[in-house]
């Protein structure tokens, strides 16, 4: 009997592995995340070397040149401004501010999101009415004529004030879908086993909830970094940037006010408003396609074709 129990071995549990680099196939599958992706790369290789891409006499976005208004040639590609500088290289230039304010700031809401939302989901009770309360005040304000206030009574035409308010008007949406998602996780075993084990609130937030909501944290980031670049654009266009500053929106706001479209220039007013669609389009591939690859159920379906 004891020869046939040794000889009988328990069967040995299939465990499953994730494959390796399945979040990089799944990226590079999606057609939505590569074309935001290379959308992005570019963008930020020009902010990062705007020389590269401005050889000759392109180089110079300040320079002062000796014909004002002229329209685009093998000299100047998108023609000049009133002050005579070369408008192709102010658009080089200019997407690094762009493209900072877009990061800075969206990061910054995310932040301010997360520690909202995940707070008042895991504490509950008095702190979680309090900052509901908050988020929801935040939710049903006017945005764009608050931020217009804001920046003007804030200091008009600093950067810095700008991005601050650009991060107290973007974090409530966010933090609204963090506490949704929080509170769904709130009595999971594995937190109940860690609230066993005597851990700190602080220590079960930062490493068993925020882990598990990553998807979400990229895609609110995403949303917020589309809201920036967008809104910064609108509140430096109308005149509540700094006029001096090298940025899309300052273009926009001198192209109007040297009436561009008046003067047969129209590269000069469209090209940065194109700039600023294209950034705002790679950030919206990024967030539909991280949604896909997160959720499958929003995976499009994919036909099979028949077999001849």
């Known amino acids: 009997m004891s020869a046939i129990v040794a000889g009988t071995a328990a069967p040995t549990p299939s465990v499953t592995r994730r494959p390796r680099g399945g979040l ?19 963008f930020i ?4 070397f705007p020389q590269l891409f401005t050889p000759g006499l392109h180089g110079d976005p300040r320079a002062i040149g000796d014909v004002p208004l002229a329209k685009p040639s093998g000299e100047h590609w998108l023609g000049t401004t009133g002050l005579g500088q070369d408008v192709y290289a102010e658009l080089i ?3 690094r501010e762009s493209l900072v304010i877009a990061v800075v700031a969206g990061l910054g809401a995310t932040i301010l999101s997360v520690i909202i939302g995940v707070s008042a989901a895991y504490l509950g009770g008095f702190a979680d009415d309090g900052l509901s309360m908050l988020t929801d005040i935040f939710l049903v304000l006017p945005t764009f004529p608050l931020i217009i206030v804001l920046a003007t009574y804030a200091g008009k035409g600093n950067l810095t004030v700008i991005i601050i308010v650009l991060i107290l008007t973007g974090w409530s949406y966010g933090a609204r879908q963090m506490r949704a ?3 769904s996780l709130r009595n999971r075993d594995f937190l109940e086993s860690a609230r066993v084990r005597g851990e700190r609130s602080s220590y079960i937030i930062v490493v068993e ?41 300052t273009m926009l706001y001198w192209a109007q006010n040297q009436g561009a479209l008046v003067n047969g220039l129209p590269a000069w007013a469209l090209s940065p408003g194109l700039a600023v669609a294209l950034l705002g389009v790679s950030f919206a591939l990024l967030n539909y396609a991280f949604d896909e690859i997160s959720n499958p159920a929003l995976r499009p379906v994919r036909r099979r074709r028949a077999k001849s």
């Open 24 to 42: 990089l196939r799944a990226i590079l599958r999606n057609r939505k995340a590569m074309v935001g992706a290379a959308l992005l790369l570019l």
């Open 45 to 48: 290789l020009l902010a990062a």
């Open 93 to 95: 230039y200019s997407t």
């Open 181 to 183: 998602q929080a509170l």
């Open 209 to 249: 909830v925020l882990p598990t909501m990553i998807s979400l944290i990229v895609a609110n980031f995403l949303g917020a970094a589309l809201y920036s670049v967008l809104t910064a654009a609108g509140l430096q266009f109308l005149g509540l940037g700094d006029p001096n500053s090298l940025s899309w929106g």
